[in-house]
Nanobody
Framework: QVQLVESGGGLVQAGGSLSVSCVAS????????MGWFRQAPGKEREFVAG????????NYADSVKGRFTVSRDNAKNTVYLQMNSLKPEDTAVYYC?????????????????WGQGTQVTISS
């Protein structure tokens, strides 16, 4: 069993920055890719960013490419999402998830454990 807990969400103005973290407990995440997803009210949960188990491979949704950076520290069982140049359309609940594989994928069904989410709100 893996428990994922996100933190670091909050309210920032457009153009600002925010970093969210995801700490895993239970079993380690070191051998699996990790992903960040988000869900805005009335919308489907969408892929934001993913990182391979080693951290050497990452991928991003086009909407966040160049603005968001995903990273991980396997020794701390923690995954990070640094968000810069934030826009009002980035407002959502952000979830981290553990993949069933070692490489990140944008398909939400490739992930087996999910955190409870952290709210990120961007004001215009």
């Amino acid at each position: 069993q893996v428990q994922l807990v996100e933190s670091g969400g909050g309210l920032v103005q457009a153009g600002g920055s925010l970093s969210v973290s995801c700490v895993a407990s239970g079993r380690t995440i070191g051998s699996r890719a990790m992903g960040w997803f988000r869900q805005a009210p009335g919308k489907e949960r969408e892929f934001v960013a993913g990182i391979s188990w080693s951290g050497s491979s990452t991928n991003y949704a086009d909407s966040v490419k160049g603005r968001f950076t995903v990273s991980r520290d396997n020794a701390k069982n923690t995954v990070y999402l640094q968000m810069n140049s934030l826009k009002p359309e980035d407002t959502a609940v952000y979830y981290c998830a553990r993949s069933r594989a070692t490489l990140p994928a944008p398909d939400r069904y490739a992930y087996d454990y999910w955190g409870q989410g952290t709210q990120v709100t961007i004001s215009s």
